[in-house]
């Protein structure tokens, strides 16, 4: 009912900067959250932001001073900028959405396929 579509991923240099997208579509009501996960083979799937729709963040100790996370809630689309990438930040992220359709008017966690990053001299 909802579909998130994340781009934006590649290959960067130690140092770099990189910036991910996700944007919502479908019946929807109301979304009131979005976020940015990753994953690497062998680990858990880690939260790295997220936003609510008042505007509050939290961000992972790893990322913080490096990554912000922004949203423009008229486009449903969620961003993150990732500044002084190191190569443990290597992971796919996958982006997340907790919202109400139209149709069920029930509230629920919604997964994008992910998109790869990669940080590598």
């Known amino acids: 009912q909802v579909q998130l579509v994340e781009s934006g991923g590649g290959l960067v240099q130690p140092g770099g900067s990189l910036s991910l997208s996700c944007a919502a579509s479908?019946?929807?009501?109301?979304?009131?959250?979005m976020g940015w996960y990753r994953q690497t083979p062998g680990k858990q799937r880690e939260l790295v932001a997220a936003i609510r729709n008042g505007g509050s963040t939290n961000y992972t100790d790893s990322v913080k001073g490096r990554f912000t996370i922004s949203r423009d809630n008229a486009k449903n689309t969620v961003y993150l900028q990732m500044n002084s990438l190191k190569p443990e930040d290597t992971a796919v992220y996958y982006c997340?959405?907790?919202?109400?359709?139209?149709?069920?008017?029930?509230?629920?966690?919604?997964w994008g396929k992910g998109t790869l990053v990669t940080v590598s001299s």
């Open positions: 479908g019946g929807i009501f109301r979304i009131y959250a």
């Open positions: 997340n959405a907790v919202a109400m359709t139209t149709a069920t008017l029930r509230s629920m966690d919604y």
